[in-house]
């Protein structure tokens, strides 16, 4: 069964303090790794796909890596707007469509 | 464009009750996904839909719930009876797949929070 365990469960950073969160996941046959933000009272917002191990996207202050076992999603000198819930989604073969959320990470960046 | 429509926004109702919830995907999506968010169970996959056909609903509780998808641009997920552990944030989202088309990228609306008393 495909298992993504998300750490920490929460992060408080000062403004403009650099950090990781991490993501493990056991896939059989990983066809994506994803990464959603969610904000308190909306839905998840997409960020970035990774399909295969050294892959890296960047968005802004954020970066995203692969390994066969765990994704990081890298902050370089947060914001207060980048507080929010970081959800990670590996897609494994078995799941055709179907994403699975990890817990998330909730983010507070203190100005 | 208009993104992923849900209704309503805010139920509160009694244990026993129908509840009815909504969802217009995007114009253009053909797979449809409803997802359930509690503290303690984070994000849930109930059941999704390609072409108004269920694909999978084995994260669907129990058989108290039930979703359909009657054309591209309408879906519901009905529960009845309803029971107070049924409480969540009930999230449905759209994606557009198939003809080489296949981000996996899930577009969320903005959820419908469920309170059962």
């Known amino acids: 069964e495909d298992q993504v365990t998300q750490s920490p469960e929460a992060l408080r950073l000062q403004e403009g303090e650099s950090s990781s969160l991490n993501c493990s996941y056991t896939?059989?046959?990983?066809?994506?790794l994803f990464w959603y933000r969610q904000d308190p009272g909306k839905g998840p917002e997409f960020l970035f796909t990774?399909?295969?191990a050294g892959e890296e996207k960047e968005k802004e202050r954020l970066k995203a890596t692969l390994t066969k076992k765990e994704s990081f999603l890298h902050i370089t000198a947060p914001k207060p707007e980048d507080s929010a819930t970081y959800l990670c989604?590996?897609?494994?073969?078995?799941?055709?469509?179907?994403?699975?959320f990890g817990q998330g990470t909730r983010l507070t960046i203190n100005p | 464009d208009a993104g992923v429509i849900q209704s309503p926004r805010h139920e509160v109702t009694e244990m026993g009750q129908e509840v009815t919830l909504r969802c217009k995907p995007i114009?253009?999506?053909?797979?449809l996904f409803w997802y359930r968010q509690t503290m303690m169970r984070g994000l849930e996959l109930l059941i999704y839909?390609?072409?108004?056909?269920?694909?999978?609903d084995s994260g669907m509780p129990e058989d108290r719930f039930s979703a359909k998808m009657p054309n591209a641009s309408f879906s519901t997920l009905k529960i009845q009876p309803s029971e107070p552990r049924d409480s969540a944030v009930y999230f449905c989202?759209?994606?557009?797949?198939?003809?080489?088309?296949?981000?996996?990228?899930?577009?969320f609306g903005e959820g419908s929070r469920l309170t059962v008393l």
């Open positions: 990774l399909y295969s």
């Open positions: 896939v059989s046959g990983l066809r994506g």
């Open positions: 989202a759209s994606s557009r797949t198939g003809q080489g088309v296949d981000t996996g990228e899930l577009f």
């Open positions: 839909f390609n072409n108004n056909v269920p694909i999978d």
């Open positions: 989604a590996p897609r494994g073969v078995q799941g055709a469509q179907k994403l699975v």
């Open positions: 114009s253009g999506h053909n797979s």
